[in-house]
């Protein structure tokens, strides 16, 4: 069973630039999730999509924003890149509407220089 | 305050110890409580979900959950090196699939 897939796996963007990730979430799973790692502030919820819906979002600028297609692959898109934009950014695939298990990709590390 | 705590470490054991890793809450709302595991470099992996108090078993790994104190624990027994990871504790409250995190803390173990 294939798992989660993040592309791509690593970016080199420049300040000001906008960049698009991608995740494919375990085949079956409807529930994708985006998260932000840094070595300060450890892992923190962007935002959550179920069956193409956007149900929860964390406390990020409206620079970040996502989107869920039918086949429940997801994009997170950030524009305006900062400097604090780089880190690693984590999706995570669940089965159900809520409180199923979380399985995490591999992540996209994202440096903008 | 965040609302979910857990030591950075460095935690540095001998193989074959017993290590016990830890977290603390604030939200009693959290009911699902889940712990992973992060290799450098790479996403985290799911050792254990747990839901409210009690504990839950699985090879040599123990998941502990103490809902009154707000506090939760994984034991890992008979410690490998290939147990060297950071440890992240991660809790949810029952709506959506939106979890807390902790900011981990990393293990290594040493043949």
């Known amino acids: 069973k294939a798992g989660v897939t993040q592309t791509p796996r690593y970016l080199i963007k420049t300040r000001g630039q906008q960049v698009t990730l991608s995740c494919s979430p375990i085949s079956g799973h409807r529930s994708v999730s985006w998260y932000q790692q840094t070595p300060g502030q450890g892992l923190q919820f962007l935002f959550e999509?179920?069956?193409?819906?956007?149900?929860n979002k964390g406390n990020f600028p409206g620079r970040f924003s996502g989107r869920q297609f039918s086949n429940s692959r997801s994009e997170m898109n950030v524009s305006t890149l900062e400097l604090g934009d780089s880190a690693l950014y984590l999706c995570a695939s669940s089965k159900g509407a809520s409180n199923t298990e979380a399985f995490f990709g591999q992540g996209t590390r994202l440096t903008v220089v | 305050q965040k609302e979910v705590e857990q030591d950075p470490g460095p935690l540095s054991v001998p193989e074959g110890a017993i290590v016990s890793l830890n977290c603390t809450y604030s939200?009693?709302?959290?009911?699902?409580f889940m712990w992973y595991r992060q290799y450098s470099r790479k996403g985290p992996e799911l050792l254990m979900y747990?839901?409210?108090?009690g504990n839950k078993e699985d090879g040599r790994f123990t998941a502990q959950v103490d809902k009154s104190s707000k506090y939760i624990s994984l034991f890992i027994r008979d410690s490998q090196p290939s147990d060297s990871a950071t440890y992240l504790c991660?809790?949810?409250?029952?709506?959506?699939?939106?979890?807390?995190f902790g900011t981990g803390t990393s293990l290594t173990v040493i043949p």
């Open positions: 747990t839901y409210s108090s």
């Open positions: 999509y179920f069956s193409e819906t956007q149900r």
């Open positions: 991660a809790m949810s409250e029952g709506t959506g699939n939106q979890f807390y």
């Open positions: 939200n009693s709302a959290f009911q699902y």
